[in-house]
């Protein structure tokens, strides 16, 4: 097919510009990686909420390693892996007769689970290609970084408490995971974000535990008081600062390093 053909057809364009390996790829990893989680969260809880949950993280992670370890820019590669993965899990379900949630979704709830597969998958191909650190610093503030480490911080606190739940539900300090998880997500994006970030992982850090406050309350139905939330927010911001701060440092040491080795 010619160049010309190409411009006059922007599908085919489309297709001829996707790597359709890392969608190959992509979709058997995330299939793997969403089949597990959600079997593990449906045999072990028993609120709906939590394997939707789980699952639409494990969608998230399954864009991030996809976007951050493709060669050049994957996040339509991440769209196709987010269409493919809902609707290959729909039909072996069908094709096995296996018991699932997914056996009792509507012709509509089936398309939003597609639509949201998408959207997810695509939201973390794209946090991958910007943990690889190529964006340039913008002038004011750094909104996609607030972003990256409010997803990332909300995700490992989430899986933090839930693999621990699995053998320790009665003794989880879920104040601490979470502040470690917020900490955590700060030192990433400071670490791999250019410029300076500390004040965009305080602020992640508050929209965390907002995050985890409203799953919290509407998904698990468990009421916190007011002046709980509010010094959550602050601690949340505290350590997304501190663990931006951190990140930073440790950014700043490697590139006194290699100026060295260079010079």
Not at 133 to 141: A, Q
Not at 179 to 195: D, E, H, N, Q
């Amino acid at each position: 097919m010619t160049e010309q053909n190409l411009k006059n057809n922007p599908i085919k364009n489309l297709l001829s510009n996707i790597e359709w390996f890392w969608v190959v790829a992509g979709s058997i990893v995330g299939l793997i990686l969403i089949s597990m989680l959600v079997l593990i969260s449906s045999a072990k809880f028993h609120n709906a909420v939590i394997p939707y949950l789980i699952g639409g993280l494990a969608y998230i992670i399954t864009g991030m390693i996809l976007g951050h370890y493709s060669p050049g820019h994957t996040i339509k590669e991440a769209a196709c892996v987010g269409l493919v993965i809902p609707m290959a899990g729909i039909v072996l379900i069908k094709l096995t007769d296996a018991q699932s949630q997914l056996t009792e979704l509507t012709g509509f709830q089936a398309a939003l689970l597609i639509i949201g597969g998408i959207l997810l998958t695509q939201l973390g191909g794209w946090i991958g290609e910007e943990m690889e650190g190529l964006n340039k610093p913008t002038k004011y503030i750094q909104w996609h970084w607030i972003i990256v480490a409010t997803v990332v911080g909300f995700m490992v606190n989430c899986f933090i408490l839930f693999f621990i739940s699995l053998f320790f539900y009665k003794l989880i300090p879920i104040t601490l995971f979470l502040a470690l998880s917020v900490a955590a997500s700060g030192l990433i994006a400071g670490y791999k974000s250019p410029g300076n970030t500390e004040l965009e992982c305080g602020i992640a850090g508050a929209v965390t535990v907002l995050l985890n406050y409203l799953f919290l309350r509407f998904g698990l139905d468990i009421v916190i008081p007011l002046w709980v939330i509010l010094i959550a927010l602050i601690g949340g911001a505290i350590f997304g600062l501190f663990g931006g701060w951190v990140g930073e440092r440790i950014q700043q040491k490697e590139e006194l390093k290699r100026k060295e080795l260079e010079g």
